[in-house]
């Protein structure tokens, strides 16, 4: 079946330090990928998203590009906040699948 | 353009008891899907309604079901509450049935005592 595996957290960054989060899959078809950010207490906000092979999703200053040869769609950031702490989820939808497949959720904490 | 919206916010319940939760889409959505959250993990499809209708389920046991109104709304019953059901439970609307963006609301927090 679909699944997405995540980085194993909890990450803990500096104020203005480069953040990557690698984030693999495995699926059938051409999935949809997604990065979808949670901030204590709150839903899930969709941070940005890619549909097919080379995209690349971007929003506020993040950034990851769906590469279909190594399954991957790493999320990064040049300079991190301290309002960037919270848990990103990697996502996919896989072809005609109705339900998003998520991995297990990074906890970010940034140090100002 | 209206977001997600749902309640309760927070609700606590016993074992044994049912619950109603609800979600109103966003604005011109017809797909509602549910999520259950449990505690330091990712969220678990339950199920979706597409038009009123189900149309998927996850590995969730029958005493989890639910409803779309002609508005698009949705509620989720669970019967019989167990203590593993505490969890958050996600709204999610979309456009169309398959593969669509989905936006979620702010989530329900049960707590089963």
């Known amino acids: 079946g679909d699944s997405v595996t995540q980085m194993e957290g909890p990450v803990t960054l500096s104020e203005e330090a480069f953040l990557t989060i690698n984030c693999t899959y495995t699926a059938t078809g051409y999935p949809s990928l997604f990065w979808y950010v949670q901030y204590p207490g709150e839903g899930l906000q969709l941070l940005l998203k890619a549909t097919k092979a080379d995209d690349k999703g971007s929003n506020k200053g993040f950034e990851a590009t769906y590469r279909k040869e190594t399954t991957s769609f790493h999320l990064e950031k040049g300079s991190v906040q301290v309002s960037d702490s919270a848990v990103y989820f990697c996502a996919l939808i896989a072809g005609s699948a109705r339900q998003l497949t998520f991995g297990s959720g990074t906890q970010l904490t940034v140090l100002p | 353009e209206t977001g997600v919206t749902q309640s309760p916010t927070h609700l606590i319940k016993t074992r044994g008891q049912q619950v109603t939760l609800r979600c109103s889409s966003q604005?011109?959505?017809?797909?509602v899907s549910w999520y259950q959250q449990a505690l330091g993990q990712g969220p678990q499809f339950i199920f979706q309604?597409?038009?009123?209708?189900?149309?998927g389920r996850g590995n969730f046991p029958p005493r989890f079901s639910g409803l779309q109104f002609p508005n698009y709304s949705s509620e989720l019953n669970v019967n019989a509450l167990e203590l593993d059901d505490s969890a958050l439970y996600l709204c999610a609307s979309s456009l169309g049935d398959r593969g669509e963006t989905q936006y979620f609301g702010p989530g329900t927090r049960l707590l089963v005592l």
């Open positions: 309604y597409y038009r009123e209708e189900e149309n």
């Open positions: 604005s011109g959505h017809n797909t």
